[in-house]
């Protein structure tokens, strides 16, 4: 999460951060507002469904695999980016957090993510019926890169709490689709 | 040589089995699972087991009217694929019936063909279920 108030946040920029109830019946709804929020900001139904998508999976891991509390969910436009970040509670040296990193790493290590998203789907092939979660999970991060054209972070932003981000570059065109005149700039 | 006809409703997800001409599944709703209680993976597995079973030349899977769905989908959707593959290999083939204006599908369905193979066709034509009405009698799936 890079700012805290609004005042850090120029103007005209997406800017949208939410405090979630740690629970798996949100998650569609915040799905829908995610989509809504970008659409009308940056004028990008495609961009906004991915990103709405990208904001949905985050969710789901840190529902599956956060501890119980509060989620924060932050979606804004940085530097030609739109980053959306979700951060939740983690248990002290939790294994969670190495598997989430070692996914990360897996995805990283392809030359291209939708290569990532192709293992991630064959690893679930090759297992069959047998496929554990744990295939989902890295299938949903794969397709969070793949998908949603996303580069993934993870890091303990605080002591106890998890920070898993999906920056997305944005091009010119994208982003402020609706300009900032100079009186509102002021 | 027809599925049995059949609908289940769970969460946002409604799944019809049987839909005419008898070998229709169509997935509608939003499915968003955990994958802790595979309900749609014992679904496919026993309509697998049913058209293996009365012999159907071809199953349609029609996911046109299915807006969202999440990874849990995507997994079961290859496992399908999975079974359809074998060994031992269906006596069916698998026809997807897909709307690539929902956003989810446009990556990761053609995607699919990598594991169908020849087993696995996929219209893309971005019909409406609702089209289909009109179009019975006349329409042909293979088309």
């Given at each position: 999460?890079?700012s805290?108030?609004l005042?850090?946040?120029?103007?005209?920029?997406?800017?949208?951060?939410?405090?979630?109830?740690?629970?798996?019946?949100?998650?569609?709804?915040?799905?829908?507002?995610?989509s809504?929020?970008?659409?009308?900001?940056?004028?990008?139904?495609?961009?906004?469904?991915q990103?709405a998508?990208?904001?949905s999976?985050?969710?789901?891991?840190?529902?599956?695999?956060?501890e119980?509390?509060?989620?924060?969910?932050?979606?804004?436009?940085?530097?030609?980016?739109?980053?959306?970040?979700?951060?939740?509670?983690?248990?002290?040296?939790?294994?969670?957090?190495?598997?989430l990193c070692?996914?990360?790493e897996?995805i990283?290590?392809?030359?291209?993510?939708?290569?990532?998203?192709?293992a991630?789907?064959?690893?679930?092939?090759?297992?069959?019926?047998?496929s554990?979660?744990?295939?989902?999970?890295?299938?949903?991060?794969?397709?969070?890169?793949?998908?949603?054209?996303?580069?993934l972070?993870c890091?303990?932003?605080?002591?106890?709490?998890l920070?898993?981000?999906a920056?997305?570059r944005i091009?010119?065109q994208?982003?402020?689709?609706?300009?900032?005149?100079?009186?509102?700039a002021? | 040589?027809?599925?049995?006809?059949?609908?289940?409703?769970?969460?946002?997800?409604?799944?019809?089995?049987?839909?005419?001409?008898?070998?229709?599944v169509?997935?509608?709703?939003?499915?968003?699972?955990?994958?802790?209680?595979?309900?749609?993976?014992?679904?496919?597995?026993?309509?697998?087991?049913e058209?293996?079973?009365?012999?159907?030349?071809?199953?349609?899977?029609d996911?046109?009217?299915?807006?969202?769905?999440?990874?849990?989908?995507?997994?079961?959707?290859?496992?399908?694929?999975?079974?359809?593959?074998?060994?031992?290999?269906a006596s069916?083939?698998?026809?997807?019936?897909?709307n690539?204006?929902?956003?989810w599908?446009?990556?990761?369905i053609?995607?699919?063909s990598?594991?169908?193979?020849?087993?696995?066709?996929?219209?893309?034509?971005?019909?409406?279920?609702?089209?289909?009405?009109?179009?019975?009698?006349?329409?042909?799936?293979k088309?």
């Amino acid at each position: 999460m890079a700012s805290n108030t609004l005042d850090n946040v120029a103007p005209g920029r997406l800017h949208l951060r939410l405090r979630l109830p740690f629970s798996w019946d949100c998650i569609e709804a915040v799905r829908q507002a995610v989509s809504a929020v970008i659409a009308a900001s940056l004028n990008n139904e495609l961009l906004a469904e991915q990103m709405a998508m990208v904001a949905s999976e985050l969710l789901e891991n840190a529902v599956k695999h956060g501890e119980t509390g509060p989620i924060e969910l932050c979606v804004e436009e940085i530097d030609g980016q739109l980053d959306i970040a979700i951060g939740n509670a983690i248990e002290p040296d939790s294994v969670s957090v190495e598997q989430l990193c070692a996914r990360i790493e897996f995805i990283r290590l392809f030359p291209s993510a939708k290569e990532a998203y192709l293992a991630a789907l064959s690893a679930v092939y090759e297992q069959g019926l047998a496929s554990a979660s744990s295939t989902q999970s890295t299938l949903g991060l794969a397709r969070i890169a793949a998908e949603g054209e996303c580069l993934l972070q993870c890091r303990i932003s605080r002591p106890g709490w998890l920070t898993v981000s999906a920056l997305r570059r944005i091009s010119p065109q994208q982003a402020h689709a609706h300009p900032v005149s100079e009186e509102t700039a002021q | 040589m027809i599925l049995a006809t059949r609908k289940v409703c769970r969460g946002s997800t409604v799944v019809e089995v049987g839909l005419s001409p008898g070998n229709v599944v169509r997935i509608s709703g939003v499915f968003r699972e955990t994958g802790e209680e595979p309900w749609l993976q014992d679904l496919l597995v026993s309509i697998h087991e049913e058209a293996q079973r009365v012999r159907l030349d071809e199953l349609v899977l029609d996911l046109r009217a299915l807006s969202y769905a999440n990874a849990e989908g995507w997994r079961n959707l290859v496992l399908l694929l999975r079974l359809l593959k074998g060994p031992p290999r269906a006596s069916y083939k698998l026809l997807m019936l897909t709307n690539m204006t929902h956003q989810w599908q446009r990556v990761g369905i053609p995607t699919l063909s990598v594991f169908g193979g020849s087993m696995l066709n996929i219209d893309s034509r971005n019909t409406s279920p609702e089209s289909d009405v009109a179009d019975s009698g006349r329409r042909s799936w293979k088309a």
